[in-house]
């Protein structure tokens, strides 16, 4: 049956999901296999937390299911990635940092992963690009991650974040000029 | 156009030709700008990698499914099991198509193949004889011509010629395989006979040379019986028949009546999820045909090799390959020959296992049923089989069980029945 689905568009699954056929449950499942690994990217990309994002990704799920029960959704996709980015929002909000930014406690850690680096070292600078992305703001690391995470195109994220174009573009070359400022700044050596 | 903007573009491969040659122009001669397009593509660069390293934790997606009350989703792959099913099964059906063919032909229509002397006098005669693998007893001329003495001994002796040859041939069928280890077994056969016939002609005193026993059908025969029996007659004891002690102890061994053998067959379903399984079994060797001729007791005699697919955890299908002792009995000539023989046999065929998942017994004793239809040179060849698999390690089970095999074959528009019953043990490997 599951493979049957698979020529379905998302907003037919939601269809059936919403008219609770008898393949509602596979459509649904249809649905989470589609989309489950691009959300679970974003989530984490934005909370930078496996345990967090996590919940919010169940909670977008959930809330997505009992949204289709009542509810017509136009845009599958756009519409998840909207619940999810809004539940982080709420959960930003709710857990603003109030830890302040150690500017010393920064520099040493840099510091200490420049001496480790080798040229082939990937996984350390992976920690370097999320570490930079962290100190996005949420504006600048949502277009980031969906244009070089979740390899979308312009057209995509404008429509997924209600943006047009060229806003989109500007804040992506925004946003990469951020990471490189942070990264030169505290890995220059790597960089030269 | 900015060069930021250029080299945004550019990354984003939406730069036209035009531009793209100024970009590079300005690359050429501005050092930042080049280093900044470095730094650029290491991000994106490492943007990429840095994706592979997010996988959704399996525990999550359950939990998703739990919550909302839906069935974990498990990998559907369910149509392309049904097509591997059923190039399986065409594949099985071509194979038992083309060998069951192969089969018929070779011992249906093509020329037989005498396979010692007496039996290619016999071919004059033209008869259809399903194996021919030791000397034809006539026994009815016997009890006309010869005391019961007599004819007594003639069946002793040639019974332990027909020992000689079963233990010389590994499989003497003339009909059918001719594979250069047959071709040997049956020069083995030929020598031994002429030796024999040799031996009692000399004994006898009688002119017969081996030329001279190719050329005579059953007057010849039972000439040769006549000096056999004048050789039983001289000689008492049948060490003096030039048999060596080796053969005359092995004769003197009794088979070993359907005991549970070294090795095993099993080709039931995995409890595992494994989806092919390929199994090594000792066959039973107690026939109840009443043979009086000693089965080959070669290693690779009653023994049999299969592969099969699980269709499910209960079911699955294969097939096996096999080498074993069917004894026969029938007549030809309307009945005024009797023929005994107990050939090693090739056969080959399909089965189906069955293992009921509800009789497991402490979680590595798996209760099994298997039937299996396939063919010989001669016929075709039944077996039921019920046993137990034990799981010994990981992917390695050891089956036990006891089988019935029925062998049917046709000689002369009668149809006759080799039955082979007894306990069957081997090892099957899932994977």
Known sequence: MKDKLSKYSLEKLAEMIRNESKNSNFAFAEIYSRLSENLYLFICKLTGDSEEASDIFQETFISFHKYLSKNSVNNVSSFIFKIARNLFLNTKRINEKTVPYNEEMKQDEADEIVEQISEYDTELYKKILNEALDTLDFKYKEVFVMRYYLDLDYEKIAMLTDMDVNTLKTRVYRAKNLIREHIEKYYKEIID | ?431
């Open chain 2, 1 to 431: 156009m900015k060069d930021n903007n250029l080299l945004q573009d550019f990354l984003d491969a939406a730069l036209p030709d035009n531009l793209q040659k100024e970009l590079f122009d300005k690359l050429a001669q501005d050092k930042e700008l080049r280093r900044e397009l470095k730094i650029n593509m290491g991000i994106e660069k490492i943007a990429r990698l840095d994706r592979a390293s997010y996988k959704i934790p399996a525990e999550l997606t359950q939990s998703v499914f739990s919550d909302l009350g839906i069935a974990f989703p498990v990998p559907n792959k369910s149509g392309n099991r049904k097509g591997l099913v059923l190039v399986m099964a065409l594949l099985l059906l071509g194979f038992l198509v083309a060998g069951g063919s192969y089969l018929v032909y070779t011992n249906y229509f093509s020329k037989p193949v005498p396979v010692n002397e007496m039996a290619k006098a016999k071919t004059s005669i033209e008869r259809k004889i399903p194996i021919v693998n030791s000397i034809a007893i006539n026994s009815e001329s016997y009890e006309k011509g010869y005391s019961a003495g007599k004819n007594d001994a003639i069946k002793s002796i040639t019974a332990r010629i027909n020992r000689l040859n079963s233990n010389n041939l590994s499989n003497s069928n003339g009909n059918s395989h001719k594979s250069k280890f047959n071709e040997q077994s049956q020069s083995n056969a030929n020598n031994g006979l002429l030796a024999y016939a040799e031996d009692a002609n000399s004994v006898s005193g009688s002119p017969n040379s081996p030329e001279t026993v190719k050329s005579n059908s059953f007057e010849r025969i039972e000439r040769v019986s006549d000096n056999i029996s004048s050789m039983r007659t001289n000689y008492s004891n049948s060490d003096d028949l030039g048999l060596s002690q080796e053969y005359n102890s092995s004769y003197n061994q009794p088979q070993l009546n359907g005991a549970l053998s070294l090795y095993p067959i099993n080709l039931m379903n995995s409890y595992r999820e494994t989806k092919w399984n390929i199994s090594l079994r000792k066959l039973p060797t107690k026939s109840l045909n009443q043979s009086s001729l000693q089965a080959n007791n070669a290693i690779y005699a009653n023994t049999a090799f299969g592969a099969s697919y699980n269709l499910s955890r209960s079911n699955s299908f294969g097939v096996e390959f096999g080498y074993e002792n069917f004894s026969q009995q029938f007549t030809l000539e309307g009945g005024t020959l009797n023929y005994d023989q107990n050939p090693l046999m090739l056969w080959y065929g399909g089965f189906w296992n069955y293992t009921p998942q509800a009789l497991n017994i402490a979680g590595f004793i798996q209760p099994y049923t298997q039937v299996f239809v396939g063919g010989t040179s001669v016929g075709p060849l039944l077996k039921a089989q019920a046993g137990i698999s034990v799981n010994l390690i990981r992917n390695v089970y050891l089956n036990i069980g006891a089988e019935y095999g029925m062998l049917i074959y046709k000689v002369e528009s009668n149809y006759y029945n080799s039955r082979n019953v007894g306990g069957t043990m081997g090892l099957k490997f899932s994977f």
